[in-house]
């Protein structure tokens, strides 16, 4: 393995006020397999949603940390995650989509297995010996899986900490998501399925990033003044925040866009003005005006380290995605909403997203660029370090500011090197 | 600028179809968007739905477009003007229009389908789209508009392209 010790990652000087991250990390194929190892294999990583497999025996298939797994809710009505390669042979047991079945039948020799995941069935076993016990030729799981509110975790780290203490100050931020219906939340059928030809670290970046809206989303803010919404409204205020073991959130209001849950835009259109007021109404009663008004008025985007983004924001999206190599990622994006949502809240809310999110949206086509056009910039390696400094000595950081990124910074080096990052002086990150 | 001579809906011919589609694809490979913007009606839709779910609806299901015309207004002015960034510099495209086919006529209604391939081009990369359009077209002062339109694609993912950032 490559030694990564003997070149600074990232330079944290803090009595500076100047944070650097060397792009390295951007470019290198041993770093990334560094990341499968250290981060990917050591970390929660979320696999899905319980509202996407709501029946016993449904199933989804899919990648996550780049396994073909199977999610299923079992005729037991257990969720499991099951690591899709048959034990005999190696081949992917189920190859469709979703659908619902009692069990997954191997294409290659018809070795079957129940939706638990348990061996039942070889053809010809009698050839096999004594010692062949097929209770041992169950369909692996990763070591560990837990849920929080309907969000599905996987570890390949048996050992890690249970979730909700891995989740530390984000568990707070997935409640004020969560309880927005007292029915639950449910992803909503469709999803966007994309990717960038970037590294996954800028994206984290990115989904965080209060800086950049002005400028790389100019053209969405034109388009809400066009529909109606006053120039006033996207003089925002908030804070970045670290909320422990990687995790980060910016939060700003008020929410120029609207969001469908309860802060009305004029594109939304006045019919739907009341509606909106009474849940309001309903949120403040269940909450207090406090705590209501942050679940309705306040945008967040959050982030769940190392690869699960939530942001509240215009609607509510969730997206995960992983890197291929290191300047290419797959991408998912999906919706989520109440689960007792009205049919014409609903397509509000969905006709809401499209204004900003997806890759067919007014800004996400912007972000995959940008980010793009960093990994293209990389090519000059004579510039060694980005700059994460913004706001570092304010006392109380902006969402335009990086502290955000810093917390994620300090965990991935941690995690990367074995050790926190080191304080270099100005002079030496400076100099190429 | 597409013109289509009036025909009885009776005798409407895939050639007058064809020679209209064609029209359409020329100019939004010529990026002449807003002579484009002439053919829809005041009504018009545009949508591309999620690769994993081509029949979607959009007021149900999360597509990857679903503009109305103050929408599709709105995205041709920001693609004619300078903050579209994943468009400016603009990307080459070009578009394979075939397998057209009139399917029916209801009303003033002509629903077609064709299939399409269209290139983009940027950066020295070259990301392909292929599906099919659906198109609901209308004869208005003696011309074709077009009342919706979607492009269903058939890639299982926008897997690398990442984006449709330009008209499908």
Redesign the interface.
């Known amino acids: 393995m490559h030694d990564v010790a003997s070149e600074i990652l990232i330079s944290d000087n803090v009595a500076d006020g100047l944070f650097r991250v060397n792009r390295r990390v951007f470019t290198d194929p041993h770093i990334l397999e560094l990341e499968a190892q250290r981060v990917f294999e050591q970390c929660w990583i979320y696999a899905g949603h319980e509202s996407e497999i709501p029946q016993a025996g449904d199933f989804r298939t899919r990648y996550v940390a780049g396994r073909p797994v199977i999610l299923t809710r079992g005729s037991d009505g257990e969720i499991r995650v099951l690591l899709n390669t048959c034990t005999h042979r190696g081949s992917l047991v189920c190859r469709q989509?979703s659908g619902n079945t009692k069990s997954f039948q191997c294409p290659y020799h018809a070795w079957t297995y129940s939706n638990h995941g348990e061996l039942i069935g070889i053809p010809g076993e009698d050839a096999y010996s004594e010692a062949f016990d097929r209770r041992e030729l169950a369909l692996a799981t990763p070591p560990r899986l837990e849920r929080y509110r309907g969000f599905i975790f996987i570890s390949f780290n048996p050992t890690i900490d249970g979730l909700v203490e891995y989740l530390a100050g984000a568990k707070e931020y997935l409640d004020l998501v969560c309880d927005q219906s007292e029915a639950g939340m449910e992803i909503?059928?469709?999803?966007?399925?994309?990717?960038?030809?970037a590294n996954w670290k800028l994206l984290v970046e990115n989904s965080l990033d209060g800086y950049h809206a002005p400028v790389?989303h100019?053209?969405y803010f034109?388009?809400l003044v066009?529909m109606g919404v006053d120039s006033r409204a996207m003089r925002r205020t908030g804070a970045g925040k670290s909320l422990r073991n990687g995790h980060a959130v910016i939060e700003s209001a008020p929410a120029p866009g609207g969001r469908p849950i309860a802060a009305w835009a004029p594109h939304f259109g006045k019919a739907r003005k009341a509606e909106l007021e009474a849940i309001q109404r309903q949120l403040e009663d269940r909450f207090g005006a406090e705590r209501a008004y942050r679940m309705t008025q306040t945008n967040r985007n959050l982030l769940i380290f190392p690869n699960l983004i939530i942001n509240d924001i215009m609607a509510i999206t969730v997206r995960t995605f992983f890197p291929r190599t290191p300047d290419?990622m797959?991408i998912t994006a999906?919706?989520l909403a109440p689960v007792d949502e009205r049919?014409e809240h609903?397509?509000m809310r969905?006709?809401n997203?499209?204004?900003f999110l997806?890759?067919?949206g007014?800004a996400?086509?912007?972000d995959?660029?940008?980010l793009?056009a960093c990994q293209?910039g990389f090519a000059n390696r004579e510039v060694q370090w980005s700059d994460i400094s913004r706001g570092m000595q304010r006392e109380h950081p902006l969402p335009n500011d990086e502290l955000q990124m810093r917390a994620f910074w300090r965990q991935w080096h941690e995690l990367i090197t074995l050790s926190p990052p080191v304080q270099i002086p100005a002079r030496r990150v400076t100099a190429v | 600028m597409a013109v289509v001579a009036v025909q009885q809906l009776q005798t409407i011919t895939r050639q007058t179809i064809e020679d209209f589609l064609y029209e359409e694809a020329a100019l939004l490979d010529e990026w002449r968007l807003d002579e484009w913007l002439e053919l829809l009606t005041d009504d018009a839709t545009y949508e591309v739905p999620s690769t994993d779910t081509p029949d979607g609806d959009p007021h149900t299901t999360l597509s990857l477009i679903a503009d109305d015309k103050t929408r599709i207004r709105s995205r041709v002015a920001q693609l004619l003007g300078k903050s579209a960034w994943a468009e400016n510099p603009p990307s080459r495209t070009r578009r394979m229009i075939s397998n057209v086919r009139v399917r029916r006529v209801e009303g003033e209604a002509i629903y077609v389908t064709a299939n399409f391939v269209v290139y983009r081009l940027r950066f020295e990369q070259m990301d392909t789209y292929v599906g099919r359009y659906e198109y609901i077209l209308v004869q208005r002062d003696g011309r074709l508009k077009i009342r919706a339109r979607k492009a269903i694609l058939d890639l299982e993912a926008l897997r690398p392209h990442g984006k449709v950032s330009f008209i499908l």
């Open positions: 989509p909503v059928g469709g999803t966007q399925l994309y990717s960038m030809r790389t100019q053209r034109e388009f066009e290419y797959d999906w919706a049919a609903r397509a969905l006709d997203f499209l204004t997806g890759p067919g007014f996400t086509p912007d995959v660029e940008m793009e293209m």
